[in-house]
């Protein structure tokens, strides 16, 4: 079936630091791709999507590029704040008619001053 | 626009026992679905609700059952609780018919069985 796998966390940072999360998917099909964020004691909130390969989603200065041939959805970001501290996913959407998201782990952020 | 609300925040249930979850979708959405998050894991989806029926579920077994009433709110229904169905329960709603449509959280039933 279908999956997502993230590299693990958490990823620690000083502010203003380069930010990279790695994110891989499978899929049979061509999904649908979204990175989430979830800060403490609330849950997802959409970051970014992209629905086709090439499409570079972004948003609040984080970025993702769908790489159909390397199969990964890399989240980066040129320079952190304290405030992106929060958990990251990456899911998948196969678009079979009903939206159902694929999760991975997720990735812990942690940044410091 | 209202969000989508979740209550209660949090729940203290007993092995055995039965819990109900409910979830308001936001405005202008018509279909619901449910995800269990267990601690340090990402969500796993449970089930999909459109036109008050059941369109699509996951690896989960009968005693996980929903419902989603005229006004596209829903309620999570578990049956004889056990002690691995702690986690948090995460409702999103979303509008069927956009396949691009994203899913929208709310914040989460915590659900603990002792």
């Known amino acids: 079936g279908d999956s997502v796998t993230q590299m693990e966390g958490p990823v620690t940072l000083s502010e203003e630091a380069f930010l990279t999360i790695n994110c891989t998917y499978t899929?049979?099909?061509?999904?649908?791709l979204f990175w989430y964020v979830q800060y403490p004691g609330e849950g997802l909130q959409l970051l970014l999507k992209?629905?086709?390969?090439?499409d570079k989603g972004s948003n609040k200065g984080f970025e993702a590029t769908y790489r159909k041939e390397t199969t990964s959805f890399h989240l980066e970001k040129g320079s952190v704040q304290v405030s992106d501290s929060a958990v990251y996913f990456c899911a998948l959407s196969d678009r079979t008619g009903f939206q159902k998201l694929v999760f991975g782990t997720g990735t812990r952020l942690l940044v410091s001053p | 626009e209202t969000g989508v609300t979740q209550s209660p925040t949090h729940l203290i249930k007993t092995r055995g026992q039965q819990v109900t979850l409910r979830c308001s979708s936001q405005s202008g959405h018509n279909t619901v679905s449910w995800y269990q998050q267990a601690l340090g894991q990402g969500p796993q989806f449970i089930f999909q609700y459109y036109r008050e029926e059941e369109n699509g579920r996951g690896n989960f077994p009968p005693r996980f059952s929903g419902l989603q009433f005229p006004n596209y709110s829903s309620e999570l229904n578990v049956n004889a609780l056990e002690l691995d169905d702690s986690a948090l329960y995460l409702c999103?709603?979303?509008?069927?018919?956009?396949?691009?449509?994203?899913?929208?959280f709310g914040n989460g039933t915590r659900l603990t069985v002792t």
């Open positions: 999103a709603s979303s509008l069927a018919g956009d396949s691009n449509s994203p899913l929208h």
């Open positions: 899929a049979t099909g061509y999904p649908s």
């Open positions: 992209a629905t086709k390969a090439d």
